[in-house]
């Protein structure tokens, strides 16, 4: 009777519980945490159960690797880029320097995975460890590489990777002839907190043999560390977050933050590894003073920070990081690049044709370059003197005298002169050719005459190129700035709103200010506000006077300078309504 009653005591609690849990239900974020955090919470309860294993042998380990490499390698296909390939050689490198220490001579293979989210490293079995930019971002020495890929090694190197093939099929019966369908996620997951421990002690110990020091382990988890603090400061400040963090990782990217969180859950704490490996260091006598070898490929990474803090129009951020990059690279042309494009954002055009003229003496065939250097050195000499400069580059680089676009950007530069032959001709070429670059040539070169003033001219050229280009969005938007010119100003908002927005935020901020610019003249003082706010957000450089002046003319620079005054009034006036 006593047992029945129990019984019907805890149904009883169960039924409550249900109907509450029903009751209280909240939505979740879809992302990858759930199965980072059941695989954490698995691994802690099978050191609960009593399992045992039999190692399965390495020729069958490797095949289930192989596949399961090859399957992650496939849906996450990389562009062949030269640093792809240069950053990719380097981690395979210092890979196989730390692998070759390893206990078991498994066919050891390293993957680079270049994306920012992927804040992360992992081993499959088999031997093949994977590691993502996000991590190599935070990254200041090769040491700090050898031990995280040391540590991975072990995770193969002591079978944690078969193991945990072993698991699955002890819990939920997958066959081991079917485990390469298992998703790779509970690899990157973490092990248990003695198999983490054991990795980064006995990964420290591969690096040391293969000539790194244990500070690099040392300064990743503080790194770590840090990250975590950041990580959850980032969460209790909800709508007041910082925008950048002092480590170069995005944490507004909701997989970025998940894939942490699920890391830090299944990972011992920072200050508990720390504490391991200086124990390890005193216990082997290892020096604590080494000196750490460079990262080789630092500057390859911090270019391409500095090229994302300018896609996001931090420009200060992109300077500083580019300057370092060309510290460690002197000439490396990508970071001569965002150098250019900084200056060319902040209005200083002297400094931006100075760097583009570098990068062009480098590598001639830059033909975006080649036109962002004609137009800096028209906005910042006089028309003679920007033209003989032009002119100069092409004699030290002699191969731009055959390229397309070096001959339109001479026409246009010599129509700033009062010269239109070269032009007027080109012109001519141009709409009877059926080369694929020349609507787009010809488009550049309507731009040209809307700098020159002959508006006929430029809107004739640029109609008949979005005709044959209707998908370009720049194409478009300098169209629908020759109407402005015009005074069709209906027409130029058409033609603004008409643009599928494109993905390039800086072409984005343009149209919205061309639809601005045409409803101000309009005489809607009140309607472009909000187009003037969104463009300036996203490109900073519409602020400046100079600026648009130099690159649209005065009636635009006229026009932008008006609404940003009604705006700041209306600031003033509604200050809540800012919030």
């Known amino acids: 009777m006593k047992r029945c009653l129990a019984l019907a005591a805890i149904l009883a609690l169960a039924i409550a519980a249900l109907i509450f849990s029903e009751r209280r239900r909240v939505d979740a974020e879809v992302s990858p945490a759930p199965i980072l955090y059941f695989v954490a919470d698995t691994e802690r309860e099978l050191t609960r159960i009593p399992v045992t294993l ?4 390495n020729r069958q380990e490797i095949v289930i690797g192989n596949e399961m490499a090859r399957r992650y390698l496939e849906s996450n296909r990389a562009d062949n880029t030269p640093e792809y390939r240069e950053i990719s050689a380097y981690v395979s490198e210092v890979g196989a320097r730390v692998a070759g220490h390893a206990h078991r001579r498994l066919p050891y293979k390293f993957h680079y995975i270049p994306e920012s989210y992927f804040v992360n490293a992992f081993a499959l079995p088999g031997g093949h460890v994977f590691i993502g930019k996000g991590l190599l971002d935070l990254m200041d020495t090769e040491d700090e590489l050898a031990n995280i890929l040391g540590h991975e ?14 698991i699955e099929d002890a819990i939920h019966k997958v066959p081991l002839g079917s485990v390469v369908q298992l998703p790779v996620e509970i690899f990157e997951a973490g092990y248990t907190k003695e198999q983490e421990l054991e990795a980064d002690r006995e990964g420290a110990k591969l690096a040391e ?6 500070e690099g382990a040392i300064s990743m988890f503080r790194k770590f560390q840090k990250l975590q603090d950041e990580m959850y400061q980032y969460r209790a400040q909800g709508s007041q977050r910082r925008t950048v963090l002092t480590l170069p990782i995005e944490l507004s990217n909701v997989v970025v933050v998940q894939t942490l969180e699920g890391y830090f859950r299944s990972h011992p704490p920072e200050a508990e590894r720390i504490a391991q490996m200086q124990r390890l260091m005193a216990d082997e006598h290892w020096p604590a003073d080494q000196k750490q070898q460079t ?3 630092a500057y390859l990474l911090i270019t391409d920070q500095a090229r994302s803090y300018f896609a996001a129009d931090k ?5 500083d990081a580019a300057n370092k990059a060309l510290a460690m690279k002197p000439d490396y042309l990508p970071a001569l ?18 760097m583009y003229g570098r990068v062009l003496r480098l590598d001639a065939k830059q033909d975006q370059v080649t036109v962002l250097y004609a137009s800096a050195l028209s906005a910042s000499l006089p028309a003679k003197e920007a033209l003989a400069r032009f002119e100069a580059a092409a004699e030290a680089a002699p191969e731009l005298h055959n390229r397309g676009w070096f001959l339109e950007e001479l026409a246009g530069l010599k129509l700033m002169t009062g010269d239109g032959a070269a032009a007027h001709s ?4 141009l709409k009877s050719s059926e080369a694929e670059a020349a609507p787009m040539l010809m488009g550049r070169l309507g731009w040209w005459y809307y700098r020159f003033g002959d508006l006929n001219t430029a809107a004739d050229l640029l109609g008949q190129a979005v005709e044959q280009r209707s998908q370009l969005a720049w194409l478009n938007a300098k ?9 069709k100003y209906e027409s130029a908002m058409r033609r603004f709103e008409d643009i599928e927005r494109p993905d390039d935020a800086r072409t984005q901020a343009e149209i919205e200010m061309g639809i601005a610019v045409a409803a101000w003249y309009q005489g809607q003082p009140k309607l472009p506000i909000s187009n003037f706010r969104w463009a300036t957000a996203q490109r900073a450089a519409w602020l400046n006077p100079q600026w648009v002046t130099a690159l649209y003319g005065p009636q635009v620079a006229a026009a932008t300078q008006a609404i940003h005054a009604r705006s700041e009034l209306e600031k003033k006036a509604h200050p809540a309504a800012q919030q």
């Open 209 to 214: 043999a293969a000539g790194y020091s244990a």
């Open 54 to 57: 039999t190692r399965m042998s």
């Open 479 to 487: 169209l629908g700035w020759v109407l402005i010119a015009q005074r």
């Open 426 to 429: 080109l012109a001519g070429e």
């Open 315 to 319: 420009l200060d951020k992109a300077l």
């Open 295 to 297: 990262l080789a490929v």
């Open 153 to 166: 090694i072990e995770h193969a190197d002591l079978g944690h990777c078969a193991e945990r093939v072993q």
């Open 337 to 354: 690049l965002v150098v250019g494009d900084v200056d060319y954002e902040k209005g200083d055009f002297a400094g931006a044709a100075e």
